[in-house]
Protein backbone atom coordinates (compact mmCIF):
# COMPACT_ATOMS: atom_id res chain seq x y z
CA UNK A 1 0.00 0.00 0.00
CA UNK A 2 1.59 3.15 -1.16
CA UNK A 3 1.66 6.14 1.47
CA UNK A 4 0.38 9.73 0.58
CA UNK A 5 2.40 12.56 1.52
CA UNK A 6 1.87 15.90 1.07
CA UNK A 7 4.71 17.87 -0.71
CA UNK A 8 6.19 20.68 0.83
CA UNK A 9 8.34 22.36 -1.37
CA UNK A 10 6.02 24.52 -3.04
CA UNK A 11 4.35 25.48 0.05
CA UNK A 12 7.98 26.66 1.43
CA UNK A 13 8.62 28.27 -1.41
CA UNK A 14 5.75 30.95 -0.87
CA UNK A 15 6.72 31.38 2.21
CA UNK A 16 10.04 32.21 1.59
CA UNK A 17 9.05 34.74 -1.34
CA UNK A 18 6.21 36.31 1.22
CA UNK A 19 9.15 37.10 3.38
CA UNK A 20 11.02 38.65 1.31
CA UNK A 21 8.16 41.02 0.10
CA UNK A 22 7.22 41.71 3.77
CA UNK A 23 11.26 42.36 4.46
CA UNK A 24 11.14 44.64 1.34
CA UNK A 25 7.83 46.41 2.01
CA UNK A 26 8.12 47.00 6.08
CA UNK A 27 10.83 50.01 6.22
CA UNK A 28 8.51 51.89 3.77
CA UNK A 29 5.44 51.31 5.73
CA UNK A 30 7.31 52.39 9.31
CA UNK A 31 5.30 55.65 10.56
CA UNK A 32 6.56 57.66 13.32
CA UNK A 33 5.86 60.94 15.59
CA UNK A 34 7.12 64.31 14.56
CA UNK A 35 8.25 65.75 18.08
CA UNK A 36 9.32 69.88 18.42
CA UNK A 37 11.46 69.86 21.87
CA UNK A 38 10.83 73.72 23.09
CA UNK A 39 13.70 75.84 22.62
CA UNK A 40 14.26 78.05 25.68
CA UNK A 41 16.61 80.72 26.79
CA UNK A 42 18.54 80.07 29.65
CA UNK A 43 17.53 82.38 32.09
CA UNK A 44 14.90 81.66 34.51
CA UNK A 45 12.68 83.13 36.85
CA UNK A 46 10.92 81.05 39.45
CA UNK A 47 12.18 78.13 38.12
CA UNK A 48 10.09 78.93 34.57
CA UNK A 49 11.89 79.48 31.47
CA UNK A 50 11.03 82.78 29.93
CA UNK A 51 8.72 82.97 27.02
CA UNK A 52 6.87 79.90 26.97
CA UNK A 53 2.99 80.09 28.57
CA UNK A 54 2.09 77.15 30.95
CA UNK A 55 -1.72 77.19 31.61
CA UNK A 56 -2.17 75.14 34.79
CA UNK A 57 -5.52 73.22 35.36
CA UNK A 58 -6.23 72.97 39.04
CA UNK A 59 -8.40 70.17 40.80
CA UNK A 60 -10.86 72.84 41.61
CA UNK A 61 -11.15 74.27 38.11
CA UNK A 62 -9.33 77.18 38.77
CA UNK A 63 -6.75 78.32 35.76
CA UNK A 64 -3.43 79.66 36.18
CA UNK A 65 -1.82 81.11 33.00
CA UNK A 66 2.03 81.35 34.25
CA UNK A 67 1.38 81.11 37.98
CA UNK A 68 -1.75 83.81 37.29
CA UNK A 69 -4.79 82.41 39.12
CA UNK A 70 -8.22 83.02 36.93
CA UNK A 71 -11.62 81.48 38.35
CA UNK A 72 -13.47 81.85 35.50
CA UNK A 73 -12.56 79.94 32.26
CA UNK A 74 -13.73 82.93 30.19
CA UNK A 75 -11.46 85.41 31.60
CA UNK A 76 -8.44 83.12 30.96
CA UNK A 77 -8.95 82.78 27.59
CA UNK A 78 -9.22 86.46 27.46
CA UNK A 79 -6.07 86.86 28.61
CA UNK A 80 -5.21 83.74 26.52
CA UNK A 81 -5.76 85.87 23.58
CA UNK A 82 -4.26 88.91 24.74
CA UNK A 83 -1.01 87.30 25.04
CA UNK A 84 -1.46 85.55 21.27
CA UNK A 85 -2.50 88.65 19.57
CA UNK A 86 1.41 90.22 20.30
CA UNK A 87 3.25 86.74 19.78
CA UNK A 88 5.01 85.19 16.72
CA UNK A 89 5.31 82.01 19.01
CA UNK A 90 1.78 80.65 19.40
CA UNK A 91 2.89 77.35 21.36
CA UNK A 92 1.08 77.08 24.57
CA UNK A 93 2.03 74.08 27.57
CA UNK A 94 -1.29 72.67 29.35
CA UNK A 95 -0.71 71.33 32.78
CA UNK A 96 -3.43 69.23 34.58
CA UNK A 97 -4.20 67.97 37.66
CA UNK A 98 -4.74 64.43 37.20
CA UNK A 99 -8.06 64.44 39.37
CA UNK A 100 -9.56 67.10 36.92
CA UNK A 101 -12.51 65.77 34.89
CA UNK A 102 -11.65 64.73 31.15
CA UNK A 103 -14.38 67.46 30.13
CA UNK A 104 -12.71 70.29 31.84
CA UNK A 105 -9.16 69.54 30.23
CA UNK A 106 -11.07 69.28 26.89
CA UNK A 107 -12.46 72.68 27.37
CA UNK A 108 -9.59 74.35 28.74
CA UNK A 109 -8.08 72.77 25.53
CA UNK A 110 -10.95 74.39 23.02
CA UNK A 111 -10.13 77.52 24.76
CA UNK A 112 -6.51 77.94 23.89
CA UNK A 113 -6.58 76.52 20.49
CA UNK A 114 -9.31 79.74 20.09
CA UNK A 115 -7.33 82.04 21.56
CA UNK A 116 -4.90 81.06 18.68
CA UNK A 117 -2.24 78.89 20.08
CA UNK A 118 -1.44 76.47 16.97
CA UNK A 119 0.80 74.31 18.54
CA UNK A 120 -0.30 72.31 22.73
CA UNK A 121 1.98 71.09 24.45
CA UNK A 122 0.97 68.63 26.83
CA UNK A 123 2.97 68.71 30.52
CA UNK A 124 2.20 65.07 31.90
CA UNK A 125 2.25 66.06 35.72
CA UNK A 126 0.53 64.76 38.82
CA UNK A 127 0.26 67.21 41.29
CA UNK A 128 0.18 66.15 45.68
CA UNK A 129 -0.83 68.85 46.96
Known amino acids: MAKAEPNVVPLCDVLLVLLIIFMVITPLVQRGIDVK ?19 TL ?7 INQ ?14 RLYSTRSDKTIFLRADARSSFLKVVELIDV ?5 AETLGLIPEYFTD
Open 37 to 55: LPETSSDTSGGQPVGLIIV
Open 58 to 64: QKDDTVK
Open 112 to 116: CKGAG
Open 68 to 81: TPYADLKVAGEELR
